[in-house]
């Protein structure tokens, strides 16, 4: 432990703590108990103080509420309810009530606002992730124009423009250096990466033309999702406590050399778009949402900041989940060499029956494959769980518990992708499941309804197209550096932040 985290955790135990713990005491509501236990709910208790001990100790977001999904389901209940500073928390393992929370009676819930609001962050604040009420809506419903399987379709030979290249920078790796093997996690990095940059602000990243990082791939590394310890919480937990001041102050959790570059993409975009309706590219259409919803209203000065927390917001989260699922995608299968040859099996039947070409509708039409993604992303989601805040009262169905407003469901992915009783032998990586047995909200990676993540279609062509240029050109092995990711997983976030994904390639010829 470095000398600043024995400060820290100094500050903790005989500061931070106490204080935590006499303030979760005082707005502790003695009813809560009672008001779960009277409706059938299993009462968890008040997590808080052990939330943050467990939290200092180095178990991360997605660990501990993996470990409150794991209680209930040894409990063989369905739901159960909790304290979390102040606030009554519900986790849910039926998914029937996820149906109602994420799409059937979604108008009655929002994202999660009052743990981590970042209201007071004058870039993050303005993106579409953290909008709410009709501010939301309307923005979702511009910004979802980008993604509509016509527009999927045509970044088709954008994509696979970028697989060739992605074949020529692993076969100059292995040229440089094939003993160790290759850190696939930076060749999905800079994959997504020049996938991102072209297809959302039409930029030529470059960055599969040089091992080196380019300027792009130095930006955004400058991007991290994990604030699971001590130090990384002062900046957010600042922006939350006192917003006005992080607003007066201009306080962001983003690094600046990311709001600079943004800014100046987004300086660009106003000056030469004209907020153009027609405009090809994304910045474009970001550039036209703020003109349409915005313009004119004299408490909306913030043009090129709404514009850049939105060109951001919308490349960098992407691209992260997207590279992550890219990454454990050829971890697997270099695990499982089974899997990997029927894969390629199915690769080769398609580029034969298509004249040594890959074409949208032929590689759509691979099952083999969408059942290798699925079951990825089962076992390591990019993102470790979904949370909802009750708007107002909500009748749960088939209980006699009525949900109050402030109320907050949290959904563990974990917990769910690995319960036994939705996924049979959840811990053996096995795409089989996906053959066509219903998983319908037992498997969330990008959740449903109408917060679903926007950008699904893209982030399925880009990573098939990886897949196909890499399996039909090498042959993946593990590496004596191979890790098993799993230890990583403990961020809210859980294996992007993953030190490395090594896995050695063999040249097909």
Known sequence: MSHTEKILSLIYFYFLLPVFTLYAYIVKNPKTQKYFESNGLLYLGDISSGY?????????????????????????????????????????????????????????????????????DY?????????????????????????????????????????????AYLNRELDNDSEKGIDFRIAAHKFSLDSAGSSTLSLDTASLQTR???????????????????????????????????????????????????GHIAKENMKNSGGDKNSNDFGGLVHSTWQELYWGHVDRPDQEEWITANLFGMLLPGYKTTQTLMAMGAYVLAIHQDVQDKLRDEISAMIESNGEEFNFAAVNG????????????RMYSPVGLLARTCKKEYAVPDTTLVLKAGDIIVIPLYGLHYDEEYHPNPEVFDPERFSGANKDFTFLPFSQGPRNCIGIRMAMVQTKMMLCHVLRNFKLTPSPETHNPMKFIKSAFPVMDSEEVVVCCAKIE
């Open 212 to 262: 080196e990082p380019s300027r792009f791939e130095q930006i955004s590394a400058k991007f991290f999702l994990s604030f699971d310890n001590f130090t990384n919480w002062w900046k957010p937990g600042l922006i939350q406590l006192f917003p006005r001041i992080a607003t007066y102050f201009k306080i962001t959790v983003i690094d600046k050399e990311i709001v600079q570059f943004y």
């Open 123 to 167: 870039i993050v604040s303005k993106s579409m992730v953290f909008m709410q009420g009709e501010d939301w809506k309307k923005t979702r419903a511009k910004f979802e124009s980008a993604f509509t399987p016509s527009k999927v379709k045509r970044s088709f030979d954008q994509a696979n423009q970028l697989g060739k290249n992605l074949v």
């Open 52 to 120: 943050a001990t467990d939290f200092l100790n180095g178990i991360g977001t997605t660990e501990i509420w993996t470990k409150l999904y794991n209680r209930v389901k040894q409990e063989k209940a369905d739901f159960a309810g909790g304290d979390f500073i102040g606030h009554n928390f519900i986790i849910a393992r039926k998914p029937s009530f996820i149906k109602s929370v994420l799409v059937k009676d979604a108008s009655n819930f929002d994202r999660v606002h009052s743990l981590l609001s970042l209201k007071g």
């Open 366 to 377: 691979m099952t083999y494959i969408d059942m290798v993604i699925n079951e990825t992303l």
